[in-house]
T-cell receptor
Framework: DTEVTQTPKHLVMGMTNKKSLKCEQHMGHRAMYWYKQKAKKPPELMFVYSYEKLSINESVPSRFSPECPNSSLLNLHLHALQPEDSALYLC????????????FGPGTRLLVL | AQSVTQPDIHITVSEGASLELRCNYSYGATPYLFWYVQSPGQGLQLLLKYFSGDTLVQGIKGFEAEFKRSQSSFNLRKPSVHWSDAAEYFCAVGAFSGGYNKLIFGAGTRLAVHP
C-alpha cells in the first residue's frame, strides 16, 4: 500500500483564520514533506521532517507552522495567510530523506479570501 | 547546479498515437530519476523510476522510460495513448542539492489527447 491521505480536500479561509491541514501515511516511512503547488507549476518544497524532526525549512514564512506528532502524521498549521497563499498543498512521504521515491497525497486545495 | 528540463510545455496527440515526452537533467553523478503524472486538481502519481541497472524501465499504465547517460535524458514513452492519459507529466531528479537530498522537478508537460 502506497497511500498518503490528506484532509480536508478543500479549505476556504479568511486572512484572520487559523486552520490546519492533516497528512497521514501508514507505510512506515520516516520522512514526510509539505509542498506548495501553484497552478501550472511544479510542486515547491516547503518542509521536510525526518524521524519526526524538522530537517528542512525552505525559508517558508512563519504563518505556516508544521508539526509532526508521530511518525505517521504530519500537520500544517495556517494562521494569518495572504491571498497569494492560495494553492494546492501536497504532502508526501518516503522511506528516508535520501532522495528515494516520494509518494504523494491527493492534496488540499486552499483558497484564502 | 542540478536542474531538470522538460522542453515541451504542451503536447497534443491523437488517441491511439504513440507518445514521447522529453526530459533532460543536469547532475554530476547518476541521479535517481522519476516520472510523475498529475490529473487536474489531484496529487502526483508515480509512473516509474530509475535508480540503477537496466536503463529501460517499465511503469504503470503502459508507460516506459529510457535512461541515456550520454544524453542526460530520461524520456517517457507510450506506444498507444488513451484519452485518460491527458494530464500533466513531471520529470524529477532525486539529487543532493543545497546540502540535502531533494526532488528537483521539471516545469512539466501538459498532454492533451484528441479523440
Amino acid at each position: 500500500d502506497t497511500e498518503v491521505t490528506q484532509t480536508p480536500k478543500h479549505l476556504v479561509m479568511g486572512m484572520t483564520n487559523k486552520k490546519s491541514l492533516k497528512c497521514e501515511q501508514h507505510m512506515g516511512h520516516r520522512a514526510m514533506y509539505w509542498y506548495k503547488q501553484k497552478a501550472k507549476k511544479p510542486p515547491e518544497l516547503m518542509f521536510v521532517y525526518s524521524y519526526e524532526k524538522l530537517s528542512i525549512n525552505e525559508s517558508v514564512p512563519s504563518r505556516f507552522s508544521p508539526e509532526c506528532p508521530n511518525s505517521s502524521l504530519l500537520n500544517l498549521h495556517l494562521h494569518a495567510l495572504q491571498p497569494e497563499d492560495s494553492a494546492l498543498y501536497l504532502c508526501a512521504s518516503s522511506q528516508e530523506d535520501r532522495g528515494e521515491t516520494q509518494y504523494f497525497g491527493p492534496g488540499t486545495r486552499l483558497l484564502v479570501l | 547546479a542540478q536542474s531538470v528540463t522538460q522542453p515541451d510545455i504542451h503536447i497534443t496527440v491523437s488517441e491511439g498515437a504513440s507518445l514521447e515526452l522529453r526530459c533532460n537533467y543536469s547532475y554530476g553523478a547518476t541521479p535517481y530519476l522519476f516520472w510523475y503524472v498529475q490529473s487536474p486538481g489531484q496529487g502526483l502519481q508515480l509512473l516509474l523510476k530509475y535508480f540503477s541497472g537496466d536503463t529501460l524501465v517499465q511503469g504503470i499504465k503502459g508507460f516506459e522510460a529510457e535512461f541515456k547517460r550520454s544524453q542526460s535524458s530520461f524520456n517517457l514513452r507510450k506506444p498507444s495513448v488513451h484519452w485518460s492519459d491527458a494530464a500533466e507529466y513531471f520529470c524529477a531528479v532525486g539529487a543532493f542539492s543545497g546540502g540535502y537530498n531533494k526532488l528537483i522537478f521539471g516545469a512539466g508537460t501538459r498532454l492533451a489527447v484528441h479523440p
